[in-house]
């Protein structure tokens, strides 16, 4: 099993950060759980805060890498 698929925390934190990149809206998160929301929502905040800064492209993925 991959390692990526094992830490369900930084994939749901990884999903947010994409979603609020993206422009989403909070109110989209897939998940229930209390941990795997909190993770997504803290990535949604930081991707939201990228998007209104102007990180598109490369310089979002780059910024993502150094986060986890």
């Known amino acids: 099993m991959k390692r990526q698929k094992r830490d369900r925390t ?6 947010g950060y994409h979603a609020g990149l993206h422009g989403k809206s909070q109110d989209l998160c ?6 795997s929301r909190s993770s997504w ?3 949604w905040r930081e991707g ?6 102007g990180y ?9 890498k150094n986060l986890g």
């Open 10 to 15: 930084n994939r749901a934190y990884a999903r």
């Open 48 to 53: 939201r805060t990228d998007h209104i800064n």
């Open 56 to 64: 598109v492209g490369v310089a979002s993925v780059q910024n993502l």
């Open 41 to 43: 929502i803290n990535g």
């Open 30 to 35: 897939p998940f229930d759980a209390l941990m």
